[in-house]
């Protein structure tokens, strides 16, 4: 039973069980993660690149080794993957190093209506800064992107970096980003894939997507807070000047210079988050471990399952109906407020969540207020989504009575 | 008493005076950015207290309610008193415990009257 992998779902059982239907949001930790990291800091701390004791030395090899681990993870090479705190910080990076270097005043970066905050306002910063351009790919109303829309925001003028989800935290359907990529290839356009949403539900292998960047966040694949990562091409990276400065990021100071390191380091000023790296480590092992085939199985009966459950209950919407999607559901429930159903549903041991999604932009674009977000993944149950749809349909009945 | 009590689902599905008033003493716009509540008060005064409150809203029920309760039990208070309330003036007037997680929805309307007031001031 994949669940009993979990010890919150342990602690939280009985009459009021945890229904946690907020994975979009981030993902519950398995044992493995946090024995991992239990164990590093029982066992084998240290800081890690600096001294030459021994216990430094086992710190060091497995923080570097989790940088392989999480390499093979999307098919990339070790020295390209970059530890950072976040998706957040992964695409900042991108923006402020890549970005801050290549893009002039009237360059334009295409995103989509899609993203999610994290992949707009670094743009927007820039924007505000050097007076880049931001545009945005259309979307069709069932959610998915307009291709034609996409090629024609990616054949303007000046067009520098497309930068696009693989899967939207608020709609859930999967964007055809290896066509995406193809398209701004075929112009010379720099490309990058924000992984956040998808990182937990199918395998990534960047050699195959053949994009330039790529970014996640560990939380949202079982592992550690605090800790994610920029996949970048070797040859981009090499050529990029360095984020922040500080230790570890360099070969050499001298009172009135430095030489920065090569990459990886280049990018990991300071100390990293060593218990990060190995928690998230471990997050990699263990899905393999579960294997993707029985995860997209177990997801694909859900998502499944929990179509057929709004197909009966008319009085709630679903925004971006579209059948190729993860099993994340924003929904639109007639008379309750997201608010009010997500405290309702909470008080039922339900966790969901209501509102924005940070993605403020794509609620505006579809003109909607908020959303009451259900996001699942392989360790739900589909008698999880009759529970939820019995508490929902109580909860619409006291507020149109 | 919860929060979906009897008062509180009625003061949400009728709302008192709501509305706007032609000219105002007072007016502010509010917004809870994070849920997307938004709420538009107007407010007349006589001898420097509150004689008069109208509202345009949408959000959830305890926004909602709280601001239609507030809209009566603010009449005849005056500004200073009303710069200087807080949830505990809420939490009495609508009659339950709010939870730190809706504390934002429950104080939605009072902050919105106290930055039109602040605004004039």
């Not at chain 1, 993660?33 to 800091?41: D, E, G, L």
């Not at chain 1, 030395?57 to 530890?83: C, G």
């Not at chain 1, 993203?115 to 924007?127: D, S, T």
């Not at chain 2, 008062?7 to 917004?31: C, E, L, V, W």
Request: hydrophobic share 40%; net charge positive.
């Amino acid at each position: 039973m994949i669940r009993q992998d979990f010890p919150i779902f342990k602690k939280r059982s009985g009459s009021k069980s945890l229904v946690y239907f907020d994975n979009a949001a981030s993902l519950q930790k398995p044992q493995a993660v946090i024995s991992a990291v239990t164990s590093f800091y029982q066992n084998s701390y240290a800081n890690i690149h600096r001294a030459l004791y021994p216990l430094a030395e086992e710190a060091t090899n497995l923080y570097e080794n989790a940088r392989q681990v999480v390499a093979s993870f999307i098919s990339a090479d070790s020295e390209e993957i970059i530890f950072t705190k976040g998706a957040t910080e992964s695409i900042n990076l991108v923006a402020r190093s890549w970005g801050e270097s290549n893009l002039r005043r009237g360059d334009r970066v295409v995103i989509s209506w899609a993203e999610h905050h994290a992949n707009i306002v670094p743009w927007l910063q820039l924007k505000e800064k050097i007076g880049i351009r931001l545009e945005y790919i259309d979307l069709r109303s069932d959610g998915s992107i307009d291709m034609k829309s996409a090629l024609v925001k990616l054949s303007l003028p000046r067009v520098k970096l497309m930068s696009v989800t693989q899967v939207s935290n608020v709609l859930g359907i999967i964007n055809p980003v290896d066509k995406l990529i193809s398209l701004a290839k075929s112009k010379q356009i720099i490309t990058l894939v924000d992984a956040s949403q998808s990182i937990g539900h199918f395998p990534i292998d960047v050699k195959k997507l053949a994009c330039d960047f790529l970014v996640f966040s560990g939380h949202k694949l079982g592992g550690p807070t605090g800790i994610g990562v920029l996949y970048g091409r070797k040859n981009i990276l090499d050529k990029l000047p360095p984020f922040l400065g500080g230790g570890d990021m360099i070969e050499s100071v001298r009172y009135n210079g430095y030489t920065p390191a090569q990459v990886p380091r280049k990018f990991e000023a300071g100390t990293p988050p060593i218990s990060g790296a190995i928690g998230l480590a471990a997050a990699c092992k263990y899905i393999n471990h579960i294997g993707w085939k029985k995860i997209s199985k177990i997801e694909k009966e859900l998502t499944e399952k929990f179509f057929e459950g709004l197909v009966s209950h008319s009085y709630i919407r679903l925004l971006g109906n579209n059948k190729d999607k993860l099993p994340i559901f924003s929904l639109i429930i007639d008379n309750v407020h997201p608010h009010d159903a997500a405290d309702w549903l909470g008080q039922e041991g339900i966790a969901l969540r209501a509102g924005f999604h940070c993605a403020q932009p794509l609620h505006k674009y579809y003109n909607i207020s908020a959303t009451l977000r259900a996001s699942l993944s392989f360790y739900n149950s589909k008698s999880e989504i009759d529970y939820f749809f019995k508490k929902i349909a109580a909860l619409h009945k006291y507020f149109t009575k | 008493m919860d929060i979906w009590a009897a008062n509180i689902m009625d003061h949400y599905r009728h709302p008192r005076n709501t509305g706007q008033i032609k000219s105002p003493d007072f007016k502010a716009d509010g917004a809870n950015t994070s849920c997307g509540d938004l709420i538009s008060v107007s407010l007349s005064l006589e001898n420097e207290r509150i004689s008069k409150i109208r509202f345009i809203s949408q959000g959830c029920a305890i926004s909602q309610a709280a601001m239609s309760i507030l809209s009566d039990a603010l009449i005849g208070h005056s500004i200073n008193e009303v710069g200087a309330y807080g949830l505990d003036f809420v939490e009495k007037n609508i009659g339950i415990k709010v939870s730190d997680r809706r504390q934002n929805c429950a104080l939605l309307g009072l902050r919105t009257i106290q930055k039109a007031i602040s605004n004039k001031i």
